[in-house]
């Protein structure tokens, strides 16, 4: 019922920067969290950062100091700025959103971007 578009990705330095977007869209929803997950080649999914409609938020203990997650709830879109990228950073950044159907139940469903390809290398 919610549909997840990332953007955003691409190749930078090691050092450099990026900033990735993602937009939740469909029927009446209320996220109760979004997130971006990372699958890098040979490994499995793991979570980078997640962020609540409250704000609180929790970080992978790789990226804490270098990664900042935020969101903008009116536009059900959150943000992922990664400073200070290095080339174990690479990999497949998936979008997730935790949601309940407004004034149905408080029974929360989970949606997934496709994903958005971030590689750092020289």
């Known amino acids: 019922q919610v549909q997840l578009v990332e953007s955003g990705g691409g190749t930078v330095q090691p050092g450099g920067s990026l900033r990735l977007s993602c937009a939740a869209s469909?029927?009446?929803?209320?996220?109760?969290?979004m997130g971006w997950y990372r699958r890098a080649p040979g490994k499995q999914r793991e979570l980078v950062a997640t962020?609540?409609?409250?704000?609180?938020?929790n970080y992978a203990d790789s990226v804490k100091g270098r990664f900042t997650i935020s969101r903008d709830n009116a536009k059900n879109t959150v943000y992922l700025q990664m400073n200070s990228l290095k080339p174990e950073d690479t990999a497949v950044y998936y979008c997730?959103?935790?949601?309940?159907?407004?004034?149905?139940?408080?029974?929360?469903?989970?949606?997934w971007g496709q994903g958005t390809q971030v590689t750092v290398s020289s």
């Open positions: 997730y959103a935790r949601y309940t159907i407004v004034a149905i139940s408080t029974r929360e469903y989970d949606s």
């Open positions: 469909g029927s009446i929803f209320s996220i109760v969290a």
């Open positions: 962020i609540t409609s409250g704000g609180s938020t």
